[in-house]
């Protein structure tokens, strides 16, 4: 097997959960352990970022049994392959589970032979899936064929708010769309790939093209080659934010399943008629050009970008620089040096002129962000900062250029830095509550007032880590000052740390720190 495929195991008795990790030898068999919980509940919020190529869950346990589990993970990451476990009075109720999409099923007890029987038949299947939805012609034939054609014009004018409204419905109908709802919000995930690799971009087409269709609450088409157009509908506002997210974390791992491809989504603002979808649709485009200079996975909304988009002014700059990307950074330059070549004579007077007002744009539009330049960027205020510019026209487009960034950079920086008191108050409870071993995604986000989805990508995002990792790192810092501060027993601090189970504690301290606990309390006692 050339791929390693993580698998993650659910089970509310610890000494199965053992037995899984401790009698498989992962490394050889193409596998990796990806982590474990007790319940379905915890395990959700966990597969929600780990997002393991298979779950082996059973099938009873407390508080969200294994078949709830299977479900809402088939509906948030439909590529992950289940194996359910089950004693013989439940075999009755595991045959129901294959309804929902399980790969298998073994009866307790098992032996780790029959597991990673299981588990290679998931590894195949999976492998089967992505020869499959790699298939280019197959994927070029069915975005060209008539009936996805027609689909794609009428929801592209009804985004653009050309549609005849009046027979809407009906052509829905026709097409076997379902738009009738509540609310409304769209989604514009824009794809890039290292170096234009055309072949990565079609894969990650392709992957997408296939998965989307089981979007229930979704209906979707790709406009151009690589921006997938999403419009989903909801009966609450929260229902309907927590699905766009879902499906906006699942775009950017189907897609990024190819190393060489990054993920841009942006989300328009909510609303409440079809033929509003147009506002919701030019929100999310607007949201996509802010981040043209980015080259990072990331999940914006309307609601990150509030600082900019409030900034209302007549002056023609200050409007470019709310959207500006590193592209339209070059055609302003190019503007200013064509209305310099105009007059060659007059050189450093006009380039003077346009320096200095383009140098007080920037100043309002910095101002308005909550900025000052006098503190950010002293320099460009000073005379000397005018005279050496205007030397010659490279020196002049070099300072325009340096002028302008510096505007788009401060931009991005609010923008994305409005969630640090979020970060500061979830870091604050995490420090509070780590020794709880119910301290899960979904309950910080709850402390914090936001949905899991929504948290999870602003914490990924704002703090270049995985909640789960950045969890998992706190505790471990804390039952290493324990084992150098204390003669506290190791299943004492697994329990302290907020672990269920100390042997799990001994397997992450290992995979953490490369020691034992017992190794790591041994070399601090030399």
Not at 163 to 178: F, H, P, R, W, Y
Not at 252 to 257: G, L, P, Y
Not at 367 to 382: A, N, S, T
Not at 499 to 509: A, G, M, N, Q, T
């Amino acid at each position: 097997m050339n791929n390693v495929y993580s698998v993650f195991v659910v089970d509310d008795e610890p000494i199965v959960l053992e037995g899984i990790r401790s009698k498989i030898d992962w490394e050889a068999s193409g596998f990796a352990f990806a982590g474990e919980a007790t319940d379905g509940e915890i395990a959700l919020s966990m597969i929600r970022e780990l997002k393991p190529d298979i779950l082996v869950t059973d099938i009873k346990m407390p508080f969200m049994d294994g078949l709830q589990l299977s479900a809402a993970v088939k509906r948030i990451q439909p590529w992950i392959k289940i194996i359910i476990l089950s004693g013989h009075d439940e075999f009755d109720y595991a045959k129901k589970a294959i309804s929902i999409g399980i790969e298998d099923y073994l009866l307790k007890p098992f032996t780790p032979e029959e597991l990673l029987e299981s588990m290679n038949k998931a590894a195949k299947q999976i492998a089967v899936e992505k020869k499959q939805l790699s298939d280019i012609s197959r994927l070029k034939a069915e975005l060209k064929s008539n009936e996805t054609l027609v689909k794609k014009e009428f929801l592209n004018n009804l985004l653009h708010g050309s549609a005849d409204m009046s027979t809407v419905m009906q052509k829905c109908q026709e097409l076997g769309i379902d738009l009738i709802s509540r609310f409304y919000k769209v989604l514009i995930s824009k794809i890039e790939a290292k170096d234009d690799n055309n072949d990565a971009l079609q894969q990650a087409r392709s992957l997408l093209h296939s998965y989307s269709d089981a979007w229930s609450q979704a209906v979707s088409f790709f406009h151009h080659s690589n921006l997938l157009v999403c419009i989903f509908k909801g009966s609450t506002q929260q229902e309907l934010d927590d699905i766009t997210f879902h499906t906006a974390e699942t775009v950017a791992h189907i897609a990024t399943k190819n190393e060489e491809c990054t993920v841009i989504t942006a989300i328009g603002k909510t609303v409440e008629h079809l033929s509003q979808l147009r506002n919701s649709y030019s929100d999310a485009k607007r949201i996509l050009e802010t981040t043209k200079i980015s080259k990072a996975n990331r999940i914006l909304t309307s609601d990150d970008m509030d600082s900019t988009f409030e900034i209302n002014e007549s002056d023609p700059l200050v409007d470019k620089l709310k959207y500006a990307g590193k592209n339209d950074i070059q055609t302003i330059i190019e503007e200013s040096m064509q209305l310099i070549k105009k007059n060659p004579e007059q050189f450093s007077v006009f380039a003077s002129y346009l320096l200095v007002d383009m140098i007080f744009s920037v100043s309002k539009f910095v101002e308005k962000l909550g900025g000052d330049v006098k503190e950010l960027k002293p320099e460009i205020l000073q005379r000397k900062f005018i005279d050496e510019a205007v030397q010659d026209e490279e020196n002049f487009s070099r300072t325009l250029e340096e002028v302008l960034t510096f505007a788009v950079e401060f931009r991005n920086s609010k923008s994305t830095g409005k969630y640090s008191d979020v970060i500061l108050k979830a870091k604050k409870y995490i420090e509070e509550n780590y020794a709880d071993q119910n301290t899960t995604l979904t309950s910080v986000a709850d402390a914090v007032c936001l949905s899991p989805n929504h948290f999870s990508t602003i914490f990924s995002q704002e703090c270049k880590t995985t909640f789960i990792e950045y969890l998992t790192e706190v505790r471990i810092e804390i039952a290493k000052r324990l084992m150098k501060e204390t003669d506290m027993k190791g299943y004492d601090i697994a329990y302290e740390c907020g672990f269920s189970d100390p042997h799990y504690f001994s397997y992450i301290f290992k995979k953490n720190t490369g020691l034992s606990p017992r190794e790591y309390k041994l070399n601090f006692e030399k």
